[in-house]
């Protein structure tokens, strides 16, 4: 149980594009989900935190209307990168929150490559 | 505020030999502590974690960890290496206290396993 998936895999887009990655709980109801960012050979650093049916709460320093992040349902959430440049790429990554416990479960990650 | 700090960025062992990856942290709280590995261009599998039950936490594949509240520290240990051991592992740390519970993630211990 308790699986994240993320969609899709790896990504390539153009400069001046917008990217909208997809995290899923697959078997559980994800109250909470986070997305993070990781930079090559670096650890994650979390961006935003979205609970279903509200606003995200954004890092300090993560750009909101860049970053927009949607979490419509109890089982999806969406990170949308808006106008992608280089600088932007990156691995992407989302875990899950249930409303039970604090565990939070990974999805596989997303890679995004801006050209 | 919480921190981790990850003391080694890489560690090289010999296939059979013991595995010590070494981890410290500061919480204002008391902490949940967590070790995740990460395989290449992969998401993020939880190994152990530790919620102020037992002091010495047992995870999977064989490996474990001892929180030490007077050391501030949550070692990974594992008495035998395998080639599938190499990966990227991380200590992370989320504060029980505060319902917020956000993940912090220390900067990464890369594990090499030689023949």
């Known amino acids: 149980g308790a699986v994240v998936s993320q969609h899709p895999s790896r990504v390539i887009c153009k400069s001046g594009t917008s990217v909208k990655i997809e995290c899923r709980s697959l078997?559980?109801?994800?109250?909470?989900m986070f997305w993070y960012r990781q930079f090559p050979k670096k650890s994650l650093m979390l961006m935003a935190t979205?609970?279903?049916?509200?606003?995200?709460?954004?890092e300090q320093g993560v750009e909101k209307d860049k970053f927009l992040i949607n979490h419509a349902s109890l089982t999806l959430s969406t990170l949308t990168v808006t106008s992608a440049h280089p600088e932007d790429s990156s691995f992407y990554i989302c875990?899950?929150?249930?409303?039970?416990?604090?565990?939070?479960?990974f999805g596989p990650g997303t890679r995004l490559t801006v050209t | 505020a919480q921190s981790v700090t990850q003391l080694d960025s890489h560690v090289s062992v010999s296939e059979g030999t013991p595995v010590l990856l070494r981890c410290n942290y500061s919480?204002?709280?008391?902490?949940?502590l967590f070790w995740y590995v990460q395989h290449p261009n992969k998401g993020l599998q939880l190994l152990l974690k530790y919620t102020s039950a037992a002091t010495l936490v047992k995870g999977i594949n064989g490996f474990e960890a001892e929180f030490k509240k007077s050391e501030t520290s949550f070692h990974l240990t594992k008495p035998s290496a395998h080639m599938s051991d190499a990966a990227e592992y991380f200590c992370v740390v989320s504060e029980t206290g505060t319902g917020r519970r956000a993940l912090t993630f220390g900067s990464g211990t890369r594990l090499q396993v030689q023949p």
């Open positions: 078997d559980f109801q994800a109250t909470t």
């Open positions: 919480s204002s709280y008391s902490p949940s």
């Open positions: 875990s899950a929150r249930g409303d039970r416990g604090y565990e939070q479960y």
């Open positions: 979205s609970n279903e049916g509200s606003k995200a709460t954004y």
